[in-house]
């Protein structure tokens, strides 16, 4: 651990947060917080050509490659692609990690997600963080994590009813995270999706109506909300 404020991203597949989270991710680590990337599946799955197994291990590579240019740290949980069940089980295990390394923003999945996996991540982060802030549960003597803020990434497969709320002004570290984007063989076009088109022309669609060149958008929920009206 370091004194330098911490930021956790959790995402269902492996790509999922450095895609839709990279650019603020990377504008953080350049601003002295540390980072870390939580991938809950390699999403191992996704391959029309490779198998599982030799799939998850070049995702796995992918993602250490693209954890490397945005300067943080991955982690992997040990869960299946399309399988990632929304327990208290994995709830705890994330939270314990929470506990670890005590964030200060923790980036997760919006709920409204065309994949199940996406919509189970969301409802993990948000029953873990719960579980880290409250001391009453018992994780390997660790300290609860206190005013840890919730965001939810802006990812093509999450649209439904997102709302963005808060944006990250992302200009100067375009080249990073497109770097970073481009470290997996999908972000460089290779499924026949264009995700790094998809989520450039994003970022530069917030930056137009925010007057900057690219931002990356994040969404909130009611409570959040509720708290921030409570400190203006
Ligand atoms: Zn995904």
Not at 119 to 127: E, F, I, S, Y
Not at 184 to 208: K, L, M, N, V
Not at 223 to 228: C, D, G, P, V
Request: hydrophobic share 45%; proline share 5%; net charge negative.
């Amino acid at each position: 651990m370091t004194d330098s404020p911490c930021l956790v991203a959790v995402g269902a597949h492996a790509a999922d947060m450095e895609f839709a989270a990279g650019g603020a991710i990377l504008q953080h680590v350049r601003a002295g917080w540390q980072a870390h990337i939580v991938h809950l599946t390699p999403g191992e799955k996704g391959s029309a050509t490779l198998s599982v197994e030799a799939y998850a291990a070049q995702k796995q590579q992918e993602a250490a490659s693209a954890a490397s240019a945005l300067g943080a740290t991955p982690h992997f949980l040990p869960y299946a692609d399309g399988e990632l069940p929304a327990t208290d089980a994995v709830a705890r295990e994330l939270a314990l990690l929470f506990r670890r390394l005590q964030p200060r923003v923790l980036i997760a999945h919006w709920p409204g997600s065309i994949h199940q996996d996406h919509t189970n991540a969301h409802h993990l982060c948000v029953r873990a963080r719960f579980i880290a802030a409250i001391r009453h549960f018992e994780l390997a003597g660790l300290p609860p994590v206190k005013g840890c803020r919730l965001y939810f990434s802006d990812n093509w497969e999450d649209p439904t009813d997102f709302e963005p709320y808060v944006y990250v002004d992302i200009s100067d570290v375009m080249a990073g995270w497109e770097k970073a984007c481009k470290a997996y063989a999908i972000g460089r076009g290779e499924s026949g999706f264009p995700y790094w088109d998809w989520y450039e022309a994003r970022t530069r669609q917030h930056g137009i109506l925010r007057g900057v060149s690219h931002a990356q958008a994040f969404g909130i929920d009611a409570t959040e909300k509720f708290r921030m009206q409570q400190l203006l």
